[in-house]
């Protein structure tokens, strides 16, 4: 038996040296190059940039929206950058009719530094902190909303500041269990120090919660975003995209998905109102 176990472990070996300094490049895709802007789609913009704690320099877009209340946070996913954000951004703002700010974390597009699970939290603080300084957003007005790895950033965020709700797309469980659904024979969950684990933080969100999932998601599976789901208390709702993968939620979904993302804010608005202490 022994000389069994020596066996696997001597296997594995060259692949344990392999996967823990790929760990980065496997997670994140960050683009630095920025295509296109809101301004290509006819979209007025500011374009911010802002200092995370660490001293890092980050980059966002804030879109506003005539007379809207609201202002949506968009943690983006893992590839790319803002720029590649914009057509869903032209749609979010007509349909939702709300404040955008979307912002690159640290290493993607123009924003500096080099990410990791840790530096993205201190992004989102930032962004946070951003739009509490600088656009006077209060914690009732503020909506995260974050998709995919994104989604584990927003629910992050909100186990440390208080919102009108947070929306979450696509969200998987954690980074493990993400590498044991694509890699179901290989251990390489349990050597992955990027943790991004939902299913640690939606029970302590306290604000309303939004779980959009695409029932037909070739990387994040349906079941996963189930559970995240089953995880959180009340208040929540959960959206079926019907017909939808993973990077086309808001196509697919088309003018019911942006529905389903107004009538949420509007029963989280409502949800909130009925908590709050009567004077």
């Known amino acids: 038996m022994g000389r069994v176990l020596r066996g696997i472990l001597f296997g594995f070996m060259p692949f344990f040296l392999w ?10 895709h960050p683009v630095k190059m920025i295509d296109q802007t809101p301004r290509d789609v006819g979209l007025d913009f500011d374009d911010v940039y802002f200092t995370a704690r ?6 966002g877009w804030f879109v506003p929206y005539s007379s809207a209340q609201r202002t949506l946070l968009w943690f983006h996913g893992n590839a790319g950058n803002i720029g590649h954000r914009v057509q869903n951004l032209r749609l979010l703002h007509d349909k939702v009719k709300i404040n ?33 300084r600088r656009y006077n957003v209060q914690p009732g007005q503020l909506v995260l909303f974050g998709r995919s790895m994104g989604a584990a950033v927003a629910a992050e965020m909100a186990t440390r500041v208080e919102s009108m709700a947070v929306i979450l797309e696509s969200p998987f469980i954690s980074v493990p269990e993400m590498a044991r659904a694509v890699f179901p024979l290989l251990p390489l969950g349990s050597l992955l120090s990027t943790r991004y684990d939902n299913l640690e933080k939606v029970p302590r969100v306290r604000s309303p919660l ?3 999932h695409g029932d037909r998601d070739e990387v ?7 559970k995240v789901f089953e995880a959180a208390p009340e208040p929540k709702k959960f959206y079926t995209i ?10 697919i979904g088309g003018d019911t998905y942006f529905a389903a993302l107004r009538d949420g804010l509007d029963w989280a608005a409502a949800a909130v109102k009925k908590t709050m202490p009567r004077s």
Do not use: W
């Open 54 to 59: 660490d001293g890092i320099r980050l980059n």
């Open 19 to 28: 996967a823990c300094p790929m760990e980065k490049r496997l997670i994140f």
């Open 242 to 251: 019907a017909g939808a993968g993973h990077n086309d939620t808001y196509i």
């Open 220 to 226: 994040v599976p349906f079941a996963q975003g189930r």
């Open 210 to 212: 939004l779980v959009l």
């Open 100 to 132: 955008i700010f979307i912002f690159d974390y640290r290493g993607y597009g123009r924003s500096e530094g080099e990410i990791s699970e840790a530096g993205s939290y201190l992004d989102g603080g930032a962004a946070i902190d951003l739009l509490y």
